[in-house]
């Protein structure tokens, strides 16, 4: 089987040769700088400094020397920013900053610093509904976005891959997070719903435009979207089951109906971290295909729970192996066990990507990394 073939495979929940792996088709699946250039040294490749392709997450463009190695099945694009142009990055005496297209500022700590934190968010001011009609929003269709675009697509289709192409933004919670400020849209879900629906509404409405125009020009050569939002926390949703059922889901079958008339082919796939299990129902119900990055050590995420469950609808991209203690802080042979673990509920009947739960984060280990792939070659097969 070709790589689009394993992938396209499991996605229709029918068994391939082998579990497909995916490493880096999209924001949400990919590797830390730090962590990739250990990954190099590991597997004997030439040291080489890492284009960061992700500035907030400060991840890094898995070169194609690295896919061979370890086998990779997927590779994706997002668009870039109007000006197609890495934000300006300032510094004071210790920190690093940038503000992005939507007006978000964020800063890195210069000493032991690995991400790009928010700082300053634009519209802490806005007041009314009428605020946000008035506010001077990106522009999702600008001509530069697409540049390159059907090129990479074609080529990936050309090798015999999987392309993702990814969205605009995050989903309506995060861009009311950062855009209000988290006490401020939590406060505005809670007393002030016309101006949280307003914002909810523009970011649909912007997600709307793009995806019509973007799967208008390589719709043909896409396989998979990449949409998400993070709804979850450890323990529970980060809003009621309620409200999400009122103002969220709504909103998200409009999205993922648009798409889906623009492009019926493709397979939606839909990232949210945390302790969802309670409306993935509702996400099923709104069109979501694939579910990403199953974070399985979060309360109600069993694995064979949510494979027994859900997984006649939805694959599983993601979820192999859990990235906030066994990945960074066991041993190798911990990691082969979870690993096992989680091929074995998963896998049976296709619907399952292999991926860690969200990016390899810096504190990564390369050994580990080696005997998650390892593990996955030995014990993946069907």
Same mark, same amino acid.
Request: proline share 6%; glycine share 8%.
């Given at each position: 089987?070709?790589?689009?073939?394993?992938?396209?495979? #499991?996605? $229709?929940? @029918?068994?391939? =040769?082998?579990?497909?792996? +995916?490493?880096?088709? %999209? *924001?949400?699946?990919?590797?830390?700088?730090?962590?990739?250039?250990?990954?190099?040294?590991?597997?004997?490749?030439?040291?080489?400094?890492?284009?960061?392709?992700?500035?907030?997450?400060?991840?890094?463009?898995?070169?194609?020397?690295?896919?061979?190695?370890?086998?990779?099945?997927?590779?994706?694009?997002?668009?870039?920013?109007?000006?197609?142009?890495?934000?300006?990055?300032?510094?004071?005496?210790?920190?690093?900053?940038?503000?992005?297209?939507?007006?978000? #500022?964020? $800063?890195? @700590?210069?000493? =032991?610093?690995?991400?790009? +934190?928010?700082?300053? %968010? *634009?519209?802490?001011?806005?007041?009314?509904?009428?605020?946000?009609?008035?506010?001077?929003?990106?522009?999702?269709?600008?001509?530069?976005?697409?540049?390159?675009?059907?090129?990479?697509?074609?080529?990936?289709?050309?090798?015999?891959?999987?392309?993702?192409?990814?969205?605009?933004?995050?989903?309506?919670?995060?861009?009311?997070?950062?855009?209000?400020?988290?006490?401020?849209?939590?406060?505005?879900?809670?007393?002030?719903?016309?101006?949280?629906?307003?914002?909810?509404?523009?970011?649909?409405?912007?997600?709307?435009?793009?995806?019509?125009?973007?799967?208008?020009?390589?719709?043909?050569?896409?396989?998979?979207?990449?949409?998400?939002?993070?709804?979850?926390?450890?323990?529970?949703?980060?809003?009621?089951?309620?409200?999400?059922?009122?103002?969220?889901?709504?909103?998200?079958?409009?999205?993922?109906?648009?798409?889906?008339?623009?492009?019926?082919?493709?397979?939606?796939?839909?990232?949210?971290?945390?302790?969802?299990?309670?409306?993935?129902?509702?996400?099923?119900?709104?069109?979501?295909?694939?579910?990403?990055?199953?974070?399985?050590?979060?309360?109600?995420?069993?694995?064979?729970?949510?494979?027994?469950?859900?997984?006649?609808?939805?694959?599983?991209?993601?979820?192999?192996?859990?990235?906030?203690?066994?990945?960074?802080?066991?041993?190798?042979?911990?990691?082969?066990?979870?690993?096992?673990?989680?091929?074995?509920?998963?896998?049976?009947?296709?619907?399952?990507?292999?991926?860690?739960?969200?990016?390899?984060?810096?504190?990564?280990?390369?050994?580990?990394?080696?005997?998650?792939?390892?593990?996955?070659?030995?014990?993946?097969?069907?």
């Amino acid at each position: 089987m070709t790589s689009r073939e394993r992938l396209l495979t #499991t996605l $229709r929940h @029918q068994e391939p =040769d082998r579990v497909p792996y +995916d490493l880096s088709s %999209s *924001p949400v699946t990919g590797i830390h700088h730090i962590a990739y250039r250990r990954l190099r040294k590991a597997l004997g490749l030439p040291d080489r400094e890492p284009f960061i392709w992700h500035l907030m997450q400060q991840l890094a463009w898995v070169d194609e020397d690295v896919h061979d190695a370890l086998q990779t099945d997927a590779r994706g694009l997002r668009p870039d920013g109007p000006s197609s142009e890495t934000p300006e990055i300032t510094e004071d005496a210790y920190f690093f900053y940038y503000t992005d297209e939507w007006g978000i #500022t964020r $800063r890195r @700590q210069k000493q =032991d610093g690995y991400y790009f +934190d928010i700082c300053a %968010s *634009p519209m802490v001011n806005v007041e009314s509904p009428a605020d946000v009609q008035r506010w001077p929003f990106p522009d999702p269709i600008h001509e530069s976005r697409f540049i390159g675009l059907r090129d990479r697509a074609e080529r990936t289709r050309a090798a015999g891959q999987l392309f993702v192409l990814g969205g605009i933004s995050a989903g309506m919670l995060e861009m009311g997070l950062w855009l209000r400020g988290f006490e401020n849209f939590f406060c505005d879900l809670g007393g002030n719903r016309p101006l949280a629906e307003a914002l909810c509404d523009k970011i649909i409405e912007l997600k709307m435009r793009y995806w019509e125009k973007a799967l208008a020009l390589v719709g043909d050569v896409v396989d998979v979207v990449q949409e998400g939002d993070d709804y979850g926390g450890q323990h529970d949703l980060l809003v009621s089951p309620q409200l999400w059922r009122e103002l969220f889901k709504p909103r998200l079958c409009q999205l993922i109906g648009h798409i889906k008339q623009c492009a019926p082919h493709v397979f939606v796939f839909f990232h949210s971290c945390g302790s969802i299990y309670e409306i993935l129902p509702g996400l099923i119900e709104a069109g979501v295909d694939i579910l990403n990055p199953v974070q399985v050590a979060c309360a109600n995420m069993r694995s064979d729970r949510l494979k027994r469950e859900f997984g006649d609808s939805l694959t599983f991209w993601g979820g192999g192996v859990d990235t906030q203690r066994i990945l960074p802080c066991g041993t190798p042979q911990q990691v082969r066990d979870e690993v096992k673990r989680r091929v074995a509920d998963f896998a049976p009947g296709g619907g399952f990507v292999f991926n860690t739960v969200h990016n390899i984060q810096a504190d990564v280990p390369p050994e580990n990394i080696l005997a998650m792939r390892e593990t996955l070659q030995e014990f993946g097969s069907y």
